[in-house]
């Protein structure tokens, strides 16, 4: 698999997301992913705040998620059925301003393939929108696929067989998440200006169309379930219902 990080200008919110992804993407061959952070989409989108005395930080990102736990130094929430810090809410490299994330990137992820399938008359193409995240128990972070477009995004082994001839019972590769991990790593969290990559030969079977909820998986079938017993009883409900 080969990943190449983009190195651009800076984006302008509300600038035209395509216009911009061609002027450093003019050709794009068969079997590429195109890897997008979901920060330029949010600009593109108009998708910042600032904070005022009437409209707190805090505010701003119970308004953007259906589930919030404060916490020490984030506040946990869950957000389109992803634990996440703080909504996806973001003020680095924001030139002040509260940057949101993007209103759906699962439908981003298919306009931009769609426009570029049609433009290079490609039959194999993918699109990633990316952000970060934090995991339990471990320091530092990673990437993650908010949405994608053009590739299964769950590769299933189960029933196929190990090395010694067994079934796997329970063994499935998140193949969405894991590609965005690899592609963060390369663009960079800091000041790297490498808001695109490009992904070629990949190991992943492209697709027309996506199954968006494949990805999901309810409370009570979640290995981490358990982490969430302590949680009141009105959090509860609406995380059951947000994972159902």
Request: glycine share 6%; proline share 4%.
């Amino acid at each position: 698999m080969i990943i190449k990080a983009i190195k651009t200008r800076i984006f302008k919110p509300r600038e035209n997301l395509i216009s911009f992804i061609e002027s450093y993407c003019p050709v794009f061959k068969e079997a590429t992913i195109l890897v997008v952070t979901s920060k330029i989409v949010a600009l593109s989108e108009g998708r910042l705040m600032k904070e005022t005395k009437d409209l707190s930080k805090e505010k701003i990102i119970r308004q953007e998620c259906e589930v919030f736990l404060p916490a020490k130094y984030v506040n946990l929430t869950i957000r389109d059925g992803v634990v996440m810090a703080n909504a996806g809410v973001d003020e680095s490299n924001a030139n002040g301003y509260i940057i949101l994330l993007p209103r759906d990137s699962f439908l981003t992820a298919a306009k931009l393939r769609n426009y570029f399938i049609k433009k290079h008359k490609l039959k194999n193409f993918g699109v990633i929108i990316t952000d970060s995240r934090s995991l339990p128990l471990r320091a530092g972070i990673s990437g993650v696929a908010l949405g994608y477009a053009g590739f299964v995004g769950l590769k299933d082994y189960r029933q196929e067989l190990d090395i010694f001839g067994r079934p796997f019972h329970f063994s499935r590769v998140d193949m969405a998440d894991g590609l965005a991990t690899a592609a963060v790593l390369n663009m960079g969290e800091g000041n790297e200006r490498q808001p695109l990559a490009l992904i070629t030969e990949a190991p992943i079977k492209y697709v027309n169309k996506i199954k968006r909820q494949e990805l999901h998986i309810k409370l009570e079938e979640d290995i981490y379930g358990p982490i969430f017993r302590d949680l009141s009883k009105n959090n509860k409900r609406k995380i059951r219902k947000r994972l159902a």
